[in-house]
C-alpha cells in the first residue's frame, strides 16, 4: 500500500518560511519521480516543483528562486522549502509521485494546509 504523509503547513506571515516534508512507503522511492502540487481555494491545481530520480528539478516560473525541493533517498522522504512566502502562495499543497505523464501522477497525499497572513 503506497502512503504519502504530508507535513510542515502552517500559519506563517508574509516573507516568512516554511519547511514541508513527505514521508513515503510503499514505493520503490530512489526510482520515483516527485513533486509539489498546491491548490487554492477557487483556483486549479497547479504543481509547484518537481525532482528526478536523478536529482533534476523543476520549478513554476511563480515560486523559482523562492522553493526549493530535495530528497532524501535514504530518508525516502521529500522536502518543500518555501522562502519569501507571499500571500498569493496560500493554499493546499500535496505530495505526489509517480509521474505518467505532463499532468498525471500515480499517488497523492491527503494534503497539508499553508496559510500566509499578517
Known amino acids: 500500500q503506497v502512503q504519502l504523509v504530508e507535513s510542515g503547513g502552517g500559519l506563517v506571515q508574509p516573507g516568512g518560511s516554511l519547511r514541508l516534508s513527505c514521508a513515503t512507503s510503499g514505493i520503490i522511492f530512489r526510482g520515483t519521480h516527485m513533486g509539489w502540487y498546491r491548490q487554492a481555494p477557487g483556483k486549479e491545481r497547479e504543481l509547484v516543483a518537481s525532482?528526478?530520480?536523478?536529482?533534476?528539478?523543476n520549478y513554476a516560473d511563480c515560486v523559482k528562486g523562492r522553493f526549493t525541493i530535495s530528497r532524501d533517498n535514504a530518508k525516502n522522504t521529500v522536502d518543500l522549502q518555501m522562502n519569501s512566502l507571499k500571500p498569493e502562495d496560500t493554499a493546499v499543497y500535496y505530495c505526489?509521485?509517480?509521474?505518467?505523464?505532463?499532468?498525471?501522477?500515480?499517488?497523492w497525499g491527503q494534503g497539508t494546509q499553508v496559510t500566509v497572513s499578517s
Open positions: 525532482i528526478t530520480p536523478g536529482g533534476t528539478t
Open positions: 505526489v509521485a509517480g509521474r505518467l505523464s505532463i499532468t498525471t501522477w500515480a499517488y
